[in-house]
């Protein structure tokens, strides 16, 4: 039998057919931190930190002892061999389990062959390997568990790469001419992000090649507002050359998004 972990959604550890995630939020918590730090040695004093932040009972490595101890069990249930891969190592405790039994393993591999792909031409193939890459994702990162300090700086990383590779993606779907397929996605994403300028920029784009140009203008009216009422700036230069590009219905060649390789493509 081989593990099984999930990070990108709810946490999933299985070993075998057997589900290992306890179902109490701090033992939950402290097996979620071995496994973002898996195969690495979590020192106590960080674990306590996660668990309590600046108000740790005087028992708390006491009571942390209780948690490693019920994980140890719940993996030893499933199996002896399990058990012996959570162990006690100098300062802290260490999980150990291969890199290649986690989803996100798996989106960094795909994600990384399709943007390979896309660098050297092949936009059809990079986004069938994008898109598989990021279907790994489930939901939002470690969605069932009450993240911490260093729990939410990992969720907040693998969140933003989610979002470049999707943004890679979708620039090279536009590029294969598919902006009207994309409209629903990108005014979900838009949504959802009300600050991300990238994504509006995409949103704008695919809008304005379907021949909706004052949607996408809708668009850039309603990101302006947000980000003057509520962060006091200004939309960001390449979101205001693509707005005067629309206004004058221009075919701008060497218009660029940050981050994109190739040149922006205008409305046809």
Known sequence: MEFSVGLLGIL????????????????????ALLLVYCNQIVPVADL???????QPPPSAKTTLQTYILTL??????????????????????????????FDLYSFDQ???QGREAIS???DAGGVILLRRALAQYRGR????????????AHTTRLEELRLTNLGLCIDAEMRLGRHQELLDELATLAAHHRFHENLHAQYMRALWR????????????????SLANELGMEPAWFLQQLQSAILSNATPQNLRLPGVGKPYEPAR
């Open 12 to 31: 999933e550890l299985h070993f075998g057919e057997i589900f290992c995630v306890p179902s109490a939020p701090k033992p939950k918590k402290v097996l």
């Open 48 to 54: 306590v930190d996660e668990l309590w932040e600046d």
């Open 72 to 101: 140890r069990r719940l993996l030893q249930r499933a199996d002896p061999a399990a058990g012996e891969c959570l162990v006690t190592a100098g300062p802290g405790y260490m999980l150990r389990i291969p890199d290649d039994a």
């Open 110 to 112: 795909l994600a990384k």
């Open 120 to 122: 050297q031409g092949d």
């Open 141 to 152: 990162v470690l969605a069932d568990v009450d993240t911490g300090q260093l729990l939410s």
């Open 210 to 225: 379907s021949g909706r140009r004052s949607c996408a203008l809708d668009v850039y009216k309603r990101l302006r507002r």
